[in-house]
């Protein structure tokens, strides 16, 4: 599974949108672009998933470029609750996720 | 929305001791994993099971690891002469196939080893 670079810590004030950059320039073609995210030391709560198209549910959205070598997760109102580590993953078919280091996002009051 | 549970929460044992972690993955789902956090890293993959068998394991699932669907609800993880190493955060996830997003975790059961 491709590596992923993020950048390991973010602040964003309350109410506005949290932008989460991920570099995955290695990504394979049958690879997909995962994002879980992490509360204190709670189990990784998935967020949302894309292989090539801008995806959309209710927590975000994932903006992948055309050459699909970077990903942006998005947070369109940030809440405190939203404060976690933020996880940047690709995988192909493989049974596990490798999870890096991630993006430690503190939404600031 | 459903949930993969794990118990217990908090579990401390003593060094050489057998413990076992319990993890009742969400009803439809076929594919089990075991991760493990220790504090203040990066989370890890452990072991994945499928159709009653081990399908992929990681350098850190050795002989003192072992995984067993005792019956059609739940998902244990053994480990058998634990170690000081072993305190971490453990955690089940369960999936309905290999890809997309129907992967959950649990929230974890936290192992202290003394």
């Known amino acids: 599974d491709a590596k992923t670079t993020q950048p390991p810590s973010m602040d964003c004030a309350e109410g506005r949108a949290a932008n989460l950059p991920c570099n995955h320039s290695?990504?394979?073609?049958?690879?997909?672009v995962y994002w879980y995210r992490q509360i204190h030391s709670q189990g990784p709560q998935y967020i949302i998933h894309?292989?090539?198209n801008n995806e959309t549910n209710e927590m975000a959205s994932l903006i992948i470029t055309e050459d699909r070598k970077s990903s942006t997760l998005i947070l369109p109102h940030a809440t405190l609750r939203d404060t976690a580590v933020y996880y940047c993953i690709v995988r192909g078919t493989g049974n596990q996720f490798y999870f890096g280091t991630g993006t430690s996002l503190t939404v600031i009051p | 929305e459903p949930e993969v549970t794990q118990t217990p929460s908090h579990q401390v044992t003593q060094m050489g001791q057998e413990v076992i972690l319990r993890c009742v993955p969400i009803?439809?789902?076929?594919?089990f994993y075991w991760y493990r956090q220790i504090l203040g890293q990066k989370v890890e993959f452990l072991v994945s099971?499928?159709?009653?068998?081990?399908?992929?394991k990681s350098e850190i699932f050795d002989d003192q690891f072992s995984v067993e669907r005792p019956d059609g609800s739940n998902f244990t993880l053994k480990i058998r002469s634990t170690k000081l190493e072993d305190s971490a955060m453990y955690f089940c996830?369960?999936?309905?196939?290999?890809?997309?997003?129907?992967?959950?975790f649990g929230s974890g059961t936290r192992l202290t080893v003394v």
């Open positions: 290695t990504i394979s073609g049958n690879e997909y």
């Open positions: 894309g292989l090539k």
């Open positions: 996830a369960s999936s309905d196939r290999r890809t997309g997003n129907g992967y959950t």
């Open positions: 099971f499928y159709n009653n068998e081990i399908s992929e």
């Open positions: 009803s439809n789902h076929l594919y």
